[in-house]
């Protein structure tokens, strides 16, 4: 009998030293950033859920200025937008980042960085969907506990394995074993350039069907008051965050390929254009220029520029970069028509000719 009651504690012993050793190696590591630090070194992202690393990188106070947007928006580069805007920039876009996630993300932001200098808001589909309000997170989970402002709540949250596992990736982070991933959220997630194979792409783009879009004949028209009915509740936090930054902000609608676009005179393009209104009437509001980059151009039709429906090559991320420039040095649609600028301060339009 004795045996045994000195197997039990033993085993109660060496349970509660494994608990407290992990316990304080998890502390010691911070791997999400979110506990007070112990050790000197700067946070860096060690794990690929970004809806878990992002809040670190904004409460680093590294950076005065971020893009927001999903994943076809992450291949803006913080060092291009810096010599366009100015500040220290952060991208952090999310994979499949939904209208809530971003908008919880900006909160954080807004409520962290006093200095804050430029929001870059790259606008999809996602903040016209007229169920953000009630589908607000995915399957990757999106961690509240970690967007509140203490981090007390978070430690019942953080002895688990996948913690453990990533406090190991920045042990070997720290010890140079490891590689140190986007400092800033920046990562070009996209396959080589060399790699690329048009005759894959354009079966991601078209399928089996044609490789053109026809136009709808005669186009869809909504009458006002079935304009009235539609809802787009996630823009009442695009709203939100306007109104809070307290800095510049710009609505940036990027581009999709044209077969992921809706239909030319569908009743899903009138329902996007009518979102685009009202995102307009926001940017107006709050003097934020609004540029859309998701229309028919040669951007999107030209399927050589896209690795699929939603992700374009990193040369475009590069022309869309000093596209934006040059939207904003002349407040216009461009004229070879990669963009289109909201330019109708009177019926809150955007525009579809260049001046």
């Not at 050793?21 to 911070?30: A, T």
């Not at 089996?208 to 079935?226: D, F, R």
């Not at 676009?261 to 393009?269: I, L, R, V």
């Not at 329902?271 to 040669?298: L, Q, V, W």
């Amino acid at each position: 009998m004795r045996g045994w009651r000195h197997f039990v504690w033993a085993a109660i012993c060496g349970f509660a030293g494994s608990i407290v050793l992990l316990s304080v190696f998890i502390l010691l590591m911070n791997p999400y950033g979110n506990l007070p630090r112990i050790l000197s070194s700067d946070h860096v992202i060690s794990d690929i859920n970004q809806r878990f690393q992002y809040p670190a990188l904004i409460r680093s106070k590294r950076y005065d200025s971020i893009v927001i947007g999903a994943s076809d928006s992450r291949l803006l580069h913080p060092r291009a937008l810096e010599r366009v805007f100015g500040g220290r920039f952060a991208n952090l876009a999310m994979n499949a980042g939904l209208a809530y996630e971003q908008y919880r993300l900006s909160a954080l932001f807004i409520r962290e960085v006093k200095d804050r200098r430029t929001l870059v808001v790259g606008i999809d589909h996602v903040w016209c969907d007229e169920r953000a309000d009630k589908e607000r997170i995915t399957f990757r989970g999106l961690p509240e506990w970690m967007y509140d402002d203490d981090w007390r709540n978070d430690l019942r949250f953080m002895l688990n394995a996948k913690t453990v596992e990533i406090s190991g990736r920045r042990l070997g982070q720290a010890l140079g074993f490891k590689e140190t991933r986007f400092l800033d959220g920046y990562e070009v997630f996209t396959p080589p350039e060399s790699a690329y194979d048009p005759v894959k792409v354009r079966a991601k783009l078209w399928g089996k069907g044609a490789n053109s879009v026809e136009p709808v004949v005669p186009a869809y028209a909504a009458s006002a008051e079935e304009r009235a009915r539609w809802q787009y509740p996630a823009l009442a936090w695009l709203d939100e965050i306007a109104t809070k930054f307290a800095g510049r902000v710009v609505f940036i609608y990027v581009p999709a390929h044209i077969a992921a676009q809706p239909t030319p005179g569908s009743a899903t393009a009138a329902r996007r254009e009518e979102c685009k209104t009202r995102i307009g009437a926001i940017a107006r509001r709050h003097e934020a220029p609004f540029i859309d980059f998701n229309i028919p151009s040669e951007i999107t039709a030209n399927d050589a520029n896209w690795w699929d429906r939603l992700h374009f090559r990193l040369p475009i991320a590069e022309r869309v970069v000093d596209d934006i420039e040059r939207a904003l040095a002349t407040g216009k649609d461009d004229p070879k028509g990669d963009w289109r600028y909201l330019d109708d301060p009177h019926t809150g339009a955007v525009s579809s000719t260049a001046k």
